[in-house]
């Protein structure tokens, strides 16, 4: 039975007393975690933060689906699975999310978090069955709520339904930039600008091919991320501690998949060799690496925006972000790119995540990973804020920015990079000695070339036509 007593340093404070292989202990009577969550939270208080609410929602959903299974062939009553079951269905749904206190930081190969959910569940059932909090008798956090199961199997299974289900709005993320990219391509698609490599003048450009080109970025992000999922299905749940499915019934492993297929909507599959997922984790290490992809291609068209949008008045100035907050404590009327900051700031923790998750990924010994937690913290990280920096980058900034078309043509006058259309006609040395006159002098290369005998005034405009330097060919023929 349990016992409630006061600890004496605080009377007020009612504990019942649980016990484990470690000896007994005091836990707070009116949680619902227990003796192994408690030992935990004392051991491991590294990050200030639990474990993500999608990998306990996860969690949950296969401990539902497990005790569906174990229910159905006899192995806990039914009665007991159904308790399990309605309990499973309240955490997935984020309540009693104050209870998942384990630090998301821990030794054990996820352990701790596993268990702090097996205990959460039972004392939630228990108490849907009429009883008192601890009284496992009832419903056992092991015996019943993780029969057949080990964290080995459960923890990378519910990290993969966690991912999945993350990955999904931000594939749609991605589309929806990808479409804002496209409408600016269209709406730039006549305003004539400088290009520019190494941050120097190089050939005119339409302002319109440059958004087309981060559209074309995007829409290879957007696809790998929606493949992504295809590496994701594979679950090893019933492989038990080292994926021999040792205390797990053949009858259970072939239907706990099939039902948590049901459960969550999920193309999961069955894995025909259990042990590999035990051991290996290369598969988020290639979901991270498509995710540090995505990044990095936000990191360049953040980085390419806030550049053209320098100034105003000191810098390139050729784009306008939108105006979305004021920039500066001290400076008055000043406005930062800080939608793009933002951007870049997130893709590059995205970057910094992936390392982390390489490193965990390799770490794994012989038949087990026990970094395990920090790769579910880091992917899950990357994928929630990069779900919720891209919607945000693209409403806030992307489709709001402007091009300042004179800042544009007052560039492009200026620069002797046309010099470049002179070569199939005159030769690089002629070239780019217009050109350097004209660099000198302040002058145009059309006005160099014409007044210094090269070309004809004719010629020489049907030859240095910007709109025509922009397109594959020899200008002028």
Same mark, same amino acid.
């Given at each position: 039975?349990?016992?409630?007593?006061?600890?004496?340093? %605080?009377?007020?404070?009612?504990?019942?007393?649980?016990?484990?292989?470690?000896?007994?202990?005091?836990?707070?009577?009116?949680?619902?975690?227990?003796? +192994?969550?408690?030992?935990?939270?004392?051991?491991?208080?590294?990050?200030?933060?639990?474990? +993500?609410?999608?990998?306990?929602?996860?969690?949950?959903?296969?401990?539902?689906?497990?005790?569906?299974?174990?229910?159905?062939?006899?192995?806990?009553?039914?009665?007991?699975?159904?308790?399990?079951?309605?309990?499973?269905?309240?955490?997935?749904?984020?309540?009693?999310?104050?209870?998942?206190?384990?630090?998301?930081?821990?030794?054990?190969?996820?352990?701790?978090?596993?268990?702090?959910?097996?205990?959460?569940?039972?004392?939630?059932?228990?108490?849907?069955?009429?009883?008192?909090?601890?009284?496992?008798?009832?419903?056992?956090?092991?015996?019943?709520?993780?029969?057949?199961?080990?964290?080995?199997?459960?923890?990378?299974?519910?990290?993969?339904?966690?991912?999945?289900?993350?990955?999904?709005?931000?594939?749609?993320?991605?589309?929806?930039?990808?479409?804002?990219?496209?409408?600016?391509?269209?709406?730039? =698609?006549?305003?004539?600008?400088?290009?520019?490599?190494?941050?120097? %003048? =190089?050939?005119?450009?339409?302002?319109?091919?440059?958004?087309?080109?981060?559209?074309?970025?995007?829409?290879?992000?957007?696809?790998?991320?929606?493949?992504?999922?295809?590496?994701?299905?594979?679950?090893?749940?019933?492989?038990?501690?080292?994926?021999?499915?040792?205390?797990?019934?053949?009858?259970?492993?072939?239907?706990?998949?099939?039902?948590?297929?049901?459960?969550?909507?999920?193309?999961?599959?069955?894995?025909?060799?259990?042990?590999?997922?035990?051991?290996?984790?290369?598969?988020?290490?290639?979901?991270?690496?498509?995710?540090?992809?995505?990044?990095?291609?936000?990191?360049?068209?953040?980085?390419?925006?806030?550049?053209?949008?320098?100034?105003?008045?000191?810098?390139?100035?050729?784009?306008?972000?939108?105006?979305?907050?004021?920039?500066?404590?001290?400076?008055?009327?000043?406005?930062?790119?800080?939608?793009?900051?933002?951007?870049?700031?997130?893709?590059?923790?995205?970057?910094?995540?992936?390392?982390?998750?390489?490193?965990?990924?390799?770490?794994?010994?012989?038949?087990?990973?026990?970094?395990?937690?920090?790769?579910?913290?880091?992917?899950?990280?990357?994928?929630?804020?990069?779900?919720?920096?891209?919607?945000?980058?693209?409403?806030?900034?992307?489709?709001?920015?402007?091009?300042?078309?004179?800042?544009?043509?007052?560039?492009?006058?200026?620069?002797?990079?046309? =010099?470049?259309?002179?070569?199939?006609?005159?030769?690089?040395?002629?070239?780019?000695?217009?050109?350097?006159?004209?660099?000198?002098?302040?002058?145009?290369?059309? +006005?160099?070339?014409?007044?210094?005998?090269?070309?004809?005034?004719?010629?020489?405009?049907?030859?240095?036509?910007?709109?025509?330097?922009?397109?594959?060919?020899?200008?002028?023929?």
């Amino acid at each position: 039975m349990r016992q409630e007593f006061s600890n004496g340093s %605080d009377p007020d404070q009612k504990y019942r007393r649980e016990t484990d292989a470690l000896g007994p202990m005091a836990i707070p009577a009116e949680v619902y975690y227990g003796i +192994h969550t408690a030992r935990a939270m004392e051991n491991f208080p590294v990050s200030g933060r639990p474990a +993500h609410p999608r990998l306990i929602e996860a969690i949950a959903v296969v401990k539902k689906a497990a005790a569906r299974v174990n229910g159905k062939l006899g192995l806990i009553p039914a009665e007991v699975a159904g308790a399990i079951e309605r309990a499973c269905d309240e955490i997935a749904r984020g309540a009693l999310a104050d209870q998942f206190v384990v630090d998301a930081l821990q030794g054990g190969a996820g352990t701790s978090t596993h268990m702090n959910v097996n205990e959460v569940v039972a004392n939630l059932a228990i108490e849907r069955l009429g009883g008192s909090k601890g009284d496992y008798r009832l419903v056992h956090p092991l015996d019943h709520v993780n029969r057949c199961q080990s964290t080995n199997d459960v923890y990378p299974t519910a990290l993969r339904i966690a991912a999945i289900r993350l990955l999904r709005p931000l594939s749609e993320a991605y589309a929806s930039l990808q479409e804002a990219l496209q409408e600016k391509e269209q709406e730039f =698609a006549d305003v004539l600008k400088l290009g520019r490599t190494q941050l120097m %003048d =190089a050939l005119p450009m339409m302002a319109g091919q440059g958004f087309g080109a981060y559209a074309k970025a995007v829409a290879r992000d957007r696809w790998r991320l929606y493949k992504a999922e295809e590496r994701l299905r594979e679950i090893h749940l019933g492989g038990t501690a080292i994926g021999t499915g040792l205390d797990a019934p053949k009858a259970y492993v072939f239907q706990v998949t099939n039902t948590l297929q049901e459960l969550t909507g999920l193309g999961l599959a069955r894995s025909e060799f259990p042990m590999d997922g035990t051991q290996n984790m290369d598969v988020f290490v290639e979901v991270s690496g498509l995710l540090k992809a995505a990044a990095v291609t936000l990191v360049k068209i953040a980085g390419d925006l806030r550049l053209l949008a320098s100034g105003p008045a000191g810098g390139i100035g050729e784009y306008a972000l939108p105006a979305v907050q004021a920039g500066s404590s001290i400076m008055p009327g000043k406005v930062n790119p800080v939608m793009a900051e933002m951007a870049g700031q997130t893709a590059m923790r995205v970057i910094a995540n992936d390392a982390a998750i390489t490193w965990a990924a390799a770490g794994g010994q012989l038949e087990l990973n026990a970094f395990g937690p920090l790769i579910a913290d880091s992917l899950l990280e990357s994928l929630e804020i990069l779900g919720r920096a891209v919607p945000l980058f693209e409403q806030r900034c992307i489709r709001g920015i402007a091009v300042n078309e004179s800042v544009c043509r007052e560039h492009l006058r200026r620069s002797t990079v046309l =010099a470049t259309a002179l070569v199939p006609h005159l030769g690089y040395e002629a070239a780019a000695e217009i050109a350097g006159i004209a660099r000198r002098e302040g002058l145009t290369v059309e +006005h160099v070339a014409v007044e210094g005998g090269w070309l004809t005034a004719e010629r020489a405009a049907a030859i240095l036509n910007p709109l025509q330097v922009t397109k594959p060919g020899i200008p002028g023929e």
